[in-house]
């Protein structure tokens, strides 16, 4: 067995192995199987040579809602199934949380090996289900949850320290907000590894966001007020977004 970790692996042999998998997973699960699909690099067709697999295993519903994943490493390879009741990915895909950008990709296009009843279709269709008010719940959410969290941070670590906490402060203020705009404009980052340039490239942007984002991709995050400058006008900046899109930040005293 390898023990070093992932090796080079061709498109042809990981698809085969996502075969191998799926005639396992119906030895297990048998008729309880509603469909089986790829998702990740390999749906989309960019997996590059130390690419894992991802896919869904989804069950019948029984009045048992039913939701774990299979993760592990046979030694060159890496893979995780994800075992759904219908209704519970159902109920995932309708949901907007504030990493929707990133995480349901997979619910729109999902590459199939069994779905003899249509599911990803009505996987798709509840994907897309999310009204406006759902989003602009996500948003405030962020704003307050995370945004105003870090900037509270920022503030406390650059009156009293320790400055090594900035770095990972920008890149938490560069990350969210790439989310923030993501969920604004109801836009699906293709990866992880794509989020800020992806963001970038999108309309509707805070004023600040960009130079926080280009402070991460460039790791320029050694000069302590460089990075608070930087995210105190993006901060600056997100008020005045949220303002001008009628998102919320402040509310009542006490709202309760």
Aim: hydrophobic share 40%; glycine share 8%; net charge negative.
């Amino acid at each position: 067995m390898n023990m070093n970790g992932p090796v080079k692996i061709s498109r042809s042999e990981r698809f085969q192995t996502c075969q191998e998998i799926a005639a396992r997973l119906h030895e297990v699960y048998k008729e309880k199987v509603l469909a089986i699909g790829v998702y990740g690099s390999i749906s989309r067709g960019t997996d590059g040579p130390y690419s894992d697999i991802e896919m869904f295993c989804v069950l019948e519903e029984s009045g048992e809602e039913i939701e774990f994943s299979y993760e592990w490493s046979a030694g060159p390879w890496k893979a995780e199934v994800n075992v759904c009741s219908a209704d519970v990915l159902l109920n995932t895909a309708a949901t907007v949380e504030d990493d929707w950008p990133l995480t349901h990709g997979p619910f729109f296009s999902p590459l199939s090996l069994y779905d003899p009843k249509g599911f990803f279709e009505r996987l798709k269709k509840a994907a897309e289900s999310p009204s406006q008010e759902d989003f602009t719940e996500g948003i405030n959410g962020i704003l307050v949850g995370e945004m105003y969290e870090f900037i509270g941070k920022l503030r406390n670590v650059n009156l009293n320290g320790p400055h090594t906490y900035l770095p990972y402060l920008a890149m938490q203020f560069a990350q969210y907000g790439a989310m923030l705009i993501g969920l604004h404009n109801r836009k699906l980052y293709s990866t992880g590894a794509k989020v800020l340039p992806e963001a970038l490239e999108l309309p509707h942007r805070p004023a600040g966001f960009d130079q926080v984002a280009r402070l991460v991709m460039a790791g320029d995050l050694t000069d302590p007020a460089k990075i608070v400058t930087a995210c105190e006008a993006f901060w600056d900046g997100l008020q005045e977004w949220a303002a001008q899109h009628q998102y919320v930040i402040h509310s009542e005293r006490i709202p309760f």
